[in-house]
C-alpha cells in the first residue's frame, strides 16, 4: 500500500515539475518588456553607457533587442555588419532608446499620432481595461507567494515529503522559472499619471536632464514617455521624439500639467 502511495505521490510531482515547467517556460518565451515592445518595427536610435549611437529598425524578442540597419556597414577591421544584437543581460548597457518622430515612415507616423491620442488623457474604456489588468498582475504577483506555501506544505506531508524532498533541486529550478515568468511592476504613484504629461529626471553622464513628455507605459526596468522636444546635444535643436529611458537612469519626477 505505502508503495503504491509513494509511486502515485512521485507521478504527481514529477507531472506538476513537467508541466508547471513548460507553463513556466511559454510564458517565459512569449514574454517581452512592454516599453520596448512599444518600439518594435520602428526605426530606433540606442545610445549607450558610454555615449556610443546605434540605430536602425528595432526588432524585440524575449531574449533581446536587434536594430537591422537600413544599408550594410564596413566595419575599421573590413568586414560587413548588417545589424546590432543586444542580448537581455546587457540591458545595463542601454542609456537611452530614441524614436524620433521624423525617422518614422509615414504609416509608423499615422500609427504613432494615433497612439499618441489614445495615450494622452484616456477615455473611460481605456482607464478600466487597464483596472482590469492591473487587477491580474496583482493576482500573478501572488502565484509565487502561494507556490512557495503549496510546496512547503506538501514537503510537511506524508507520503509526499520525502518524493518533494529528493527532488528539491527540481522544485527549485521550476519556482525560479515561475519567478521569472511572472514577475511584473506595479507603481501605484505612476499608475495614476499614466496619460498625463510628466517631467522625468535622467542622468547622463554625470549630468541631469529633465524631458517633460507623456507618461505612456512603465515597467520594472524602463520608463517611456511620448512626444519629447529632446536635444541629442546642447547645441542641436530639438527634435520632436518618443523616448525610453532606464530606471536606474531617470525617475518621474513632476506632473507636469
Request: net charge positive; aromatic share 10%.
Amino acid at each position: 500500500m505505502w508503495d503504491f502511495l509513494n509511486n502515485y505521490a512521485f507521478a504527481i510531482t514529477i507531472l506538476f515539475i513537467v508541466v508547471s515547467t513548460l507553463v513556466a517556460a511559454f510564458i517565459r518565451r512569449r514574454r517581452r518588456d512592454k516599453c520596448l515592445k512599444d518600439f518594435g518595427g520602428d526605426m530606433v536610435t540606442l545610445e549607450d553607457t558610454d555615449g556610443k549611437m546605434i540605430w536602425g529598425n528595432m526588432k524585440v524578442e524575449n531574449t533581446g533587442l536587434e536594430l537591422v540597419y537600413s544599408r550594410q556597414y564596413q566595419d575599421a577591421d573590413g568586414h560587413l555588419e548588417t545589424s546590432y544584437i543586444l542580448y537581455k543581460h546587457e540591458y545595463p548597457k542601454i542609456g537611452l532608446l530614441i524614436r524620433y518622430h521624423a525617422k518614422l515612415s509615414e504609416k509608423s507616423k499615422k500609427e504613432r499620432e494615433r497612439e499618441l491620442a489614445r495615450t494622452y488623457h484616456p477615455g473611460f474604456f481605456r482607464r478600466l481595461k487597464r483596472k482590469v489588468f492591473n487587477v491580474f498582475k496583482t493576482v500573478r504577483d501572488s502565484v509565487m507567494e502561494v507556490v512557495n506555501i503549496l510546496i512547503s506544505r506538501a514537503k510537511q506531508a506524508s507520503p509526499a515529503a520525502g518524493v518533494l524532498k529528493s527532488q528539491d533541486k527540481y522544485v527549485t529550478q521550476m519556482k525560479q522559472e515561475l519567478m521569472g515568468s511572472v514577475g511584473t511592476a506595479y507603481e501605484p504613484l505612476l499608475e495614476r499619471y499614466i496619460g498625463h504629461k510628466v517631467v522625468v529626471e535622467m542622468v547622463k553622464r554625470d549630468k541631469l536632464f529633465e524631458y517633460p513628455g507623456v507618461l505612456k507605459e512603465y515597467t520594472a526596468d524602463f520608463i517611456e514617455i511620448m512626444d519629447v522636444d529632446y536635444k541629442a546635444d546642447e547645441a542641436g535643436p530639438p527634435l520632436k521624439a518618443d523616448l525610453i529611458i532606464p530606471c536606474k537612469y531617470g525617475l518621474v519626477r513632476h506632473l507636469g500639467e
